[in-house]
C-alpha cells in the first residue's frame, strides 16, 4: 500500500522534473548531468568571495557577477555552478560615531550665558487695587 503511494509521488516528480529540464538550454543541462556523474552535486554557494565546495577564494569581478544573478557563473576550481544567497551576507558594520572637532564643538555651546539660559521674565509690578 505505501509502495504505491511513494510509486505515484515519485512518477509525478518524475514529470514534473522532465518539464523543469525543458526549460533550461542543452549545454547547461549537459554541464550540470556531467557534474552529478562526476562529483555528486553540481551547485555550490557562493559565499564571503568562496565557493563552499572546494574553498577556492572567487575574483572581485566574478563575485559581483555572481551578486547580480543574472548570468550561470561557473567555478573556475571545481565547475560547480554557483547560487548566491544574500541572507547568509553578513550585516555591514555600524557605521562609528563622529568625532566633534574643536570648531564644531564651539559652534554648538552658547557663545554667552545669556544665550545659555532663557532669561526669566521680570515679575510685573503689582499695585494694589484700591
Known sequence: MRTAEDEKLLAGLNE???QLRAGVNDSTMAHYDRLMRQRKFAIAEAREQKCLACFVMIRPQTWEEIRTNEQ?????SCGRIFYYDPTHEAPPPPEPPKKKTKA???????????????AAEPAA???PIQ
Not at 550561470?72 to 573556475?76: F, G, H, L, S
Open 16 to 18: 514534473k522534473r522532465t
Open 104 to 118: 564644531r564643538a564651539a559652534e554648538a555651546e552658547p557663545a554667552t550665558e545669556a544665550e545659555a539660559e532663557p
Open 72 to 76: 550561470m557563473i561557473t567555478c573556475n
Open 125 to 127: 509690578e503689582t499695585t
